[in-house]
């Protein structure tokens, strides 16, 4: 009885002389065979460092060259590669100054009346310069608060009087 080592655990066990003929038998287990076939290799996330394997074809279609383990790990590496001025189709960031605004620790409510549903809350450029975007010269102010900015000067000096006094 023809016993021969796993080529995966070095276990011996047990093969038929017509099987070994043909090529076959060169895992103990189905586990053994599994582990056999798989040709790639165990890479390190780039962001979390945790181990996970790749096949050759992830590996070869790669084009950074780096890896990850999950979906949410390449989205955190792709924002802090493809964020606003980086990003290819940037385009003077004119309708980003919402979200630049959000990103700071500004208080989310309307300077003016103090509503706090971000729902109903636009930036609004203090300079009125929509392409100076620095987050100092961003607010908050609810729609209706920003209709009485844009239309009535009053309002808007009193406003101003108010946001530089804080």
Known sequence: MPQIPCL????DFY???SHQKLGWGKFCSVKCRSIGQLKGKQVHCKICSKKTYKSPAQLKHSKSGNFFC???????????FFLEEK????????RTYR???LRTNEDRACVSCELRDIRLLSAHHVDHNRKNNTASNLIWLCFNCHYLLHHDK???KSLL?????K
């Open 8 to 11: 995966i655990c070095n276990k």
């Open 15 to 17: 093969v038929k002389p």
């Open 70 to 80: 999950c979906k949410s790990c390449q989205t955190k590496w792709r924002n802090t």
């Open 87 to 94: 990003h290819p189709n940037w385009k003077t960031g004119v």
């Open 99 to 101: 979200n630049i605004l």
């Open 154 to 156: 009053d309002f808007e």
């Open 161 to 165: 009087l108010q946001y530089t006094s």
